[in-house]
């Protein structure tokens, strides 16, 4: 069973920073591993989507990276902004059968201007 | 033009009552799903469905059942309604697993309260 922990589970950081959130997850037996965002009051957009056989996926000023056999992933933003503040959620699927995606507890994120 | 859209948006019935909320996807995508959000903000799966085929059933009470007229649409229907059923309902669609490219969309989600 696919369980996921993000660390920390929140975190206020000052705009213009560079940041780091961190994913674990225990069953490596992965396909891809997603990251969204998910602003209050509001549903999940999807930020990156990276495939097993990627090691990193950029987005403008988002990288996330995965290294399956540690069992993790981070999500790199550079020069935070205030629109950043928000939710930050990992996803792995479950491996074998059909996909089953477990999230991850979500890391609150606030950008100061 | 939305990916996956839910219905209602808001939702505030009395226990005991029987709703449903409604979901669809055009994005030509096979397998769907429900999550349930619950206070703390955690994504928990209910149910998901492929091609109309119930694939995944998490440890749901009986008075929620998910309901496929075809793979573009996945409703969710509960009876009996209790306070606890109170949270928001998330709809996600993907291509299924057998393609590498497997992104999961999200819906905006229906917020329910049981009152």
């Known amino acids: 069973k696919q369980e996921v922990t993000q660390i920390p589970a929140a975190l206020s950081v000052p705009e213009g920073e560079n940041l780091v959130l961190n994913c674990s997850f225990t069953?490596?037996?992965?396909?891809?591993l997603q990251w969204f965002r998910q602003d209050p009051g509001k549903g999940l957009t999807s930020l990156l989507l990276?495939?097993?056989?990627?090691r990193e996926q950029t987005s403008g000023r988002l990288n996330a990276s995965l290294d399956k056999s540690s069992g993790r992933s981070t999500l790199y933003i550079a020069a935070s902004q205030p629109g950043d503040s928000a939710t930050y959620l990992c996803?792995?699927?479950?491996?074998?059968?059909?996909?089953?995606?477990?999230f991850g507890t979500g890391t609150k994120l606030q950008v100061i201007p | 033009d939305t990916a996956v859209s839910q219905t209602p948006k808001y939702l505030v019935t009395q226990m005991g009552n029987d709703k449903s909320i409604k979901c669809e996807q055009n994005?030509?995508?096979?397998?769907m799903y429900w999550y349930k959000q619950d206070s703390k903000k955690f994504l928990k799966i209910m149910f998901s469905?492929?091609?109309?085929?119930?694939?995944i059933n998490e440890t749901v009470p009986n008075r929620f059942s998910p309901k496929s007229p075809d793979k573009a649409h996945l409703n969710l229907h509960i009876n009996s309604l209790e306070l606890g059923d109170s949270a928001v309902y998330f709809c996600?669609?993907?291509?299924?697993?057998?393609?590498?490219?497997?992104?999961?969309?999200f819906g905006q989600g229906t917020r329910l309260t049981v009152v």
């Open positions: 996600a669609s993907s291509q299924g697993v057998y393609r590498l490219n497997t992104e999961a969309f």
């Open positions: 069953d490596s037996a992965i396909y891809n």
């Open positions: 990276i495939q097993s056989s990627q």
């Open positions: 469905y492929n091609n109309k085929e119930l694939i």
């Open positions: 994005l030509g995508h096979d397998t």
């Open positions: 996803a792995a699927p479950n491996s074998g059968g059909y996909q089953k995606v477990t």
